[in-house]
C-alpha cells in the first residue's frame, strides 16, 4: 500500500497534474451539457456540435499534459484558447463553469515546469586559482555561476 502511494505521488509530480485535471473536468462539463434536458439548455442546435467537440478536444489535452508533459505548454495555450471559444459557441461555456475550469487547467498546464532536483549541501572543494580576465574581455558567463542542465529551464 505504501510503495502504490509512492509511486503515484512520484507520477503524480512528475507531470502538471492538477492542470490536466481541471482541463479534462472542464471538458468532460462542456461536453455533457448539450446532452442535458431541454429545461437546463440555453440553446440547442447548432452549439451542441461545437459544444462536443470542444469538450473533446479539452479532454485530449488534460490527457495529454498527464502522459506526454513535454507537450504541457502547447496543450496549456490550446485549453487556454479552447475554453475562451466555448464561452461563446458552447452555451456560455458550460455555464461558465467550464470556462474557468479550462482557463484554470490551461494556465496550469503552462505554468507548470519539472521537478528539479536540489542543490547538494555539501561544500565543494575550492577551485584552483584562475587567472583573471583582462577588462577588455567581456565575458556573460562568470566561472562561479550555477549551470543547469534541464532542458526545460528549471531552476532549483
Not at 28 to 54: D, E, H, N, R, Y
Not at 64 to 84: C, D, Y
Request: charged share 10%; aromatic share 8%; net charge positive.
Amino acid at each position: 500500500m505504501l510503495l502504490s502511494r509512492r509511486r503515484w505521488r512520484r507520477w503524480r509530480r512528475g507531470r502538471p497534474f492538477w492542470g490536466g485535471l481541471f482541463t479534462a473536468l472542464a471538458g468532460a462539463w462542456i461536453c455533457v451539457l448539450p446532452l442535458a434536458p431541454l429545461k437546463i439548455m440555453l440553446q440547442q442546435g447548432v452549439a451542441g456540435i461545437p459544444s462536443v467537440l470542444m469538450g473533446a478536444v479539452m479532454i485530449v489535452l488534460g490527457l495529454t499534459a498527464w502522459f506526454s508533459p513535454a507537450q504541457r505548454v502547447l496543450a496549456g495555450v490550446l485549453t487556454t484558447l479552447i475554453a475562451t471559444a466555448a464561452l461563446v459557441l458552447s452555451n456560455l461555456g458550460g455555464f461558465l463553469i467550464g470556462t474557468l475550469l479550462g482557463i484554470l487547467g490551461g494556465g496550469l498546464m503552462f505554468a507548470w515546469q519539472p521537478y528539479a532536483a536540489p542543490r547538494s549541501t555539501a561544500p565543494s572543494p575550492e577551485p584552483s586559482p584562475q587567472p583573471e580576465p583582462s577588462p577588455s574581455a567581456s565575458s556573460t558567463a562568470s566561472p562561479t555561476s550555477p549551470v543547469h542542465h534541464d532542458p526545460q529551464g528549471a531552476q532549483p
